[in-house]
């Protein structure tokens, strides 16, 4: 039993190798053979095969192939060059000690080359009779021959063919890929290299512009110059025009008094006109004429002196302390920075250009560019009052001290007051050429002060309602005016890139600020007074310091523009909206920037609430947003 089982494996040996499946060499048989003693015969059922069902040795070709999505040139080539240095290597390292070929025995050379054939009637009734003979102890397989090696070769050297032919196939496919990959990239490289040079000359002509442009601009600046001076020459012919005009009516109306007293005196009896010295008309006696003359002339000037000066208002010489002072050195507490979106007022149809907070009361004002001013009741927002009257957008709003009036700056060049208890128009205050940016009211309630784009301030008085004084210095547009608190001093921004300090009084500017490379949008004063901040067209904030009139800190959040600077009423916090609609909080001890993003578009206005929990923000989508 135990010959049976030793020799079942060695006949399933000689069949694997009838099928070509194992390559076992005839030397290794024959001692198979003779070390497990003689076969038994046993039935095997072949399948009929074919030239293609052929199973071949597997050669492994993953070294060759390229992984998809990475088949390109240089990495076809790279592997190739693995792959050689690999052989390379092996063929260093492998080096064996030879070992004596055994040639392949007839039989099973027999067997292959039938099965080669397909001739497998052929197969089977020499399998059985060749295993029957060795049953039989007829045949041995000792006495039979080997095959020749040039038979044994050539089937090595056909398989080594054959695998040779695949490795071609395979390493055409890969430098056809390779070929249309390189191509490809020529292309593209073609195109880079068009597309850089087309950039370049765009750059060249576009530096070639620009230089042009800067020479043109410098060609224009000594005539803008000399029409600068030109204009200020004219504005100041024109002052001088208007004081001879008025000296002119003034007389006038004197002749015109006069001639009326002749009418009514018909015996006053008129002496002959003579020139004589002054000296002589000093001592000479005078006429009933002459002294009715005099008379009715000395009566119509004080009319009208009387006329002109009964409701000038006299700025005020005694002011009393800024508040804000003891105020600030009270609120101790720390600064507030978490605000949160809390609401949205929905108020104007087109953008809101200016907010302001009533001093006393849960109110606030909204400025638009509908034409429009809203009282808004807080919390809710539910709008108080509507005043309409300008025919043109408004620029800014500011309440009276008291805060039971208003006044509004438009682009129809006029400023208008209102009274909040009905909302009607009070006074219209008209002088400006071009649009008023901004307006302010004086602390004592009798003067507005307004700026505008003629590149002037003018300074109103209320009661006799006209135009007191007209600043002017600022080159280009002024954009925005304040008055100090509780001073006769204002303070003006320009888009000629300079702070100016004036005297409402004189109407003399007493010192400019330079430091700004952009127009400048804003300027106000912290609530104590002692620091100024600004805000131009890129995003830079400055701090100054008022009592020094130096700079302190530069700060840039551009490049959208800084429309609007306000302090807190702690003065530790300012706010500024940017034109990219986000609220930057800095916080002036630390230096840090705190942001609110609420704002869908540009952020024109923000201001502080009296009590400086919450915030409020105008944007150009026409609403006002809460943040508390």
């Known amino acids: 039993m135990a010959a049976e089982e030793g020799m079942a494996p060695s006949a399933l040996r000689v069949l694997e190798e009838a099928l070509g499946v194992g390559l076992t060499s005839a030397g290794a048989t024959a001692e198979a053979v003779a070390a497990e003693g003689a076969y038994y015969l046993e039935q095997v059922t072949i399948t009929e095969a074919s030239e293609d069902d052929y199973e071949y040795e597997e050669i492994p070709d993953d070294n060759f192939s390229i992984p998809e999505g990475e088949e390109d040139l240089a990495k076809a080539i790279h592997m190739v060059q693995e792959q050689a240095i690999d052989t390379h290597i092996l063929e260093q390292k492998t080096v064996l000690p030879s070992k004596p070929v055994v040639p392949e025995v007839i039989e099973d050379f027999l067997c292959n080359f039938l099965i080669k054939m397909g001739m497998t009637r052929t197969l089977d009734c020499f399998q059985s009779e060749w295993y029957e003979l060795i049953q039989k102890g007829i045949t041995e397989l000792r006495e039979v021959g080997n095959?020749?090696?040039?038979?044994?070769?050539?089937?090595?050297?056909?398989?080594?063919?054959?695998?040779?032919?695949?490795?071609?196939?395979?390493?055409?496919?890969?430098?056809?890929?390779?070929?249309?990959?390189?191509?490809?990239?020529?292309?593209?490289?073609?195109?880079?290299?068009?597309?850089?040079?087309?950039?370049?000359?765009?750059?060249?002509?576009?530096?070639?512009?620009?230089?042009?442009?800067?020479?043109?601009?410098?060609?224009?600046?000594?005539?803008?110059?000399?029409?600068?001076?030109?204009?200020?020459?004219?504005?100041?012919?024109?002052?001088?025009?208007?004081?001879?005009?008025?000296?002119?009516?003034?007389?006038?109306?004197?002749?015109?008094?006069?001639?009326?007293?002749?009418?009514?005196?018909?015996?006053?009896?008129?002496?002959?006109?003579?020139?004589?010295?002054?000296?002589?008309?000093?001592?000479?006696?005078?006429?009933?004429?002459?002294?009715?003359?005099?008379?009715?002339?000395?009566?119509?000037?004080?009319?009208?002196?009387?006329?002109?000066?009964?409701?000038?208002?006299?700025?005020?010489?005694?002011?009393?302390?800024?508040?804000?002072?003891?105020?600030?050195?009270?609120?101790?507490?720390?600064?507030?920075f978490d605000y949160k979106l809390n609401d949205i007022f929905r108020l104007h149809e087109l953008p809101v250009s200016c907010i302001i907070v009533h001093p006393r009361r849960d109110i606030l004002v909204s400025c638009g560019e509908d034409r429009l001013w809203k009282v808004v009741g807080l919390p809710k927002g539910n709008v108080l009052l509507t005043g309409f009257g300008h025919t043109d957008w408004l620029s800014n709003c500011c309440f009276h001290p008291s805060g039971n009036k208003l006044a509004t700056s438009s682009g129809d060049t006029t400023v208008k007051l209102w009274d909040l208890s009905n909302g009607n128009c009070i006074l219209t205050l008209e002088g400006h050429n071009h649009a008023v940016w901004s307006?302010?009211?004086?602390?004592?309630?009798?003067?507005?002060?307004?700026?505008?784009?003629?590149?002037?301030?003018?300074?109103?008085?209320?009661?006799?309602?006209?135009?007191?004084?007209?600043?002017?210095?600022?080159?280009?547009?002024?954009?925005?005016?304040?008055?100090?608190?509780?001073?006769?001093?204002?303070?003006?921004?320009?888009?000629?890139?300079?702070?100016?300090?004036?005297?409402?009084?004189?109407g003399k500017c007493e010192q400019s600020l330079y430091g700004h490379m952009h127009s400048i949008n804003d300027a106000t004063f912290a609530p104590r007074g002692h620091i100024i901040a600004s805000c131009d067209a890129c995003g830079v904030t400055k701090l100054w310091d008022f009592r020094k009139l130096l700079p302190i800190v530069s700060i840039d959040v551009g490049p959208s523009p800084g429309n609007e600077v306000n302090f807190d009423p702690s003065g530790r916090v300012l706010a500024q909206a940017s034109g990219n609609g986000v609220i930057h909080l800095l916080d002036l001890k630390s230096g840090q920037i705190h942001k609110l993003m609420g704002h869908e578009s540009e952020a024109h206005t923000v201001v502080f609430s009296q009590d400086g929990e919450s915030l409020f923000s105008g944007g150009s989508d026409g609403t006002v947003r809460t943040w508390s």
Not at 250 to 260: D, M, P, T
Not at 452 to 468: F, G, P, Q
């Open 439 to 506: 307006c302010t009211w004086h602390s004592c309630g009798d003067f507005v002060a307004s700026s505008s784009l003629d590149t002037t301030s003018k300074i109103w008085d209320v009661n006799s309602e006209r135009c007191r004084c007209t600043l002017y210095g600022h080159t280009d547009s002024v954009n925005s005016i304040e008055f100090f608190p509780y001073s006769n001093t204002l303070l003006t921004g320009s888009a000629d890139k300079t702070l100016s300090v004036w005297d409402a009084r004189t």
């Open 147 to 336: 095959v020749p090696d040039v038979y044994t070769q050539n089937m090595l050297l056909e398989n080594e063919n054959k695998n040779l032919r695949k490795d071609l196939k395979h390493y055409k496919q890969a430098a056809d890929k390779a070929r249309e990959d390189l191509l490809k990239t020529q292309k593209e490289r073609d195109f880079h290299r068009m597309h850089h040079k087309r950039v370049v000359q765009e750059k060249n002509k576009l530096i070639n512009d620009l230089k042009g442009l800067k020479l043109h601009y410098a060609s224009y600046e000594p005539t803008i110059r000399v029409l600068h001076e030109k204009h200020h020459t004219l504005l100041k012919q024109k002052m001088l025009t208007s004081l001879e005009r008025d000296r002119a009516v003034k007389q006038i109306s004197g002749l015109q008094a006069s001639w009326r007293l002749m009418d009514t005196g018909h015996d006053i009896y008129v002496p002959e006109i003579r020139v004589v010295p002054s000296f002589e008309k000093e001592n000479a006696p005078e006429g009933p004429t002459q002294k009715g003359l005099r008379e009715a002339r000395e009566q119509n000037k004080c009319k009208t002196k009387m006329k002109d000066n009964t409701k000038d208002s006299e700025f005020p010489t005694d002011m009393m302390p800024n508040p804000n002072l003891y105020l600030c050195k009270e609120n101790i507490g720390p600064a507030k």
